[in-house]
């Protein structure tokens, strides 16, 4: 990554990370159709403009099914966050990315859908900048593990085809198929 894009990501992470999503929240804590209104509204948003990267952003949030304020435990002792379930252990690179303390940055991931869609457009784009494979950075973004990879971008697969139908994978104007 440039650092050109880094201060890029940076201060659009930052920027995001000041709105508050408290209104997503019902007052009992709960998701509120309010809340997936502004998921898919952050979505949008990170994809800025490119429908490919859209259904991609939406086929890994259909995978994970999180939410605002989701914080699910893992085996291995880590947590997912937020809408898109950012792994935990990113937390101390985006911190470090930012500036900003390690706390701040697993409650923007929890609580802030815009700066949770930020995060995983990043970390799936860096692993398809890195690769140049799109169903390589599929599964990057969901482990490290060749095998775990493979299984998730089928995963994801399915998920974007009962989203958008099969033909999501023959359009011109997308890059889904890459």
């Known amino acids: 990554m440039t650092s050109i894009a880094r201060r890029s990501f940076a201060m659009t992470a930052i920027c995001l990370a000041m709105v508050s999503s408290e209104a997503a929240i019902a007052s009992d804590g709960q998701l509120s159709s309010t809340g997936e209104i502004e998921i898919a509204r952050c979505i949008r948003q990170a994809a800025r403009g490119q429908p490919w990267l859209e259904k991609t952003l939406w086929g890994l949030r259909d995978q994970e ?81 060749a095998w775990r990879q493979r299984k998730y971008a089928t995963l994801v697969a399915s998920k974007l085809i009962r989203r958008f139908g099969a033909e999501v994978f023959d359009r011109k104007d997308d890059h889904v198929s890459r």
Not at 70 to 90: F, M, R, V
């Open 65 to 145: 099914g999180g939410w605002i304020g989701a914080e699910i435990q893992n085996t291995d002792g880590s947590h997912d966050l937020g809408p898109l379930q950012i792994n935990s252990w990113w937390i101390s690179k985006l911190a470090e990315m930012l500036a900003r303390p390690p706390s701040q940055v697993r409650r923007w991931l929890r609580d802030d859908p815009c700066f949770n869609a930020e995060a995983a457009r990043w970390i799936f784009t860096s692993a398809l900048n890195a690769t140049g494979n799109y169903w390589k950075a599929v599964g990057i973004y969901h482990s490290p593990t």
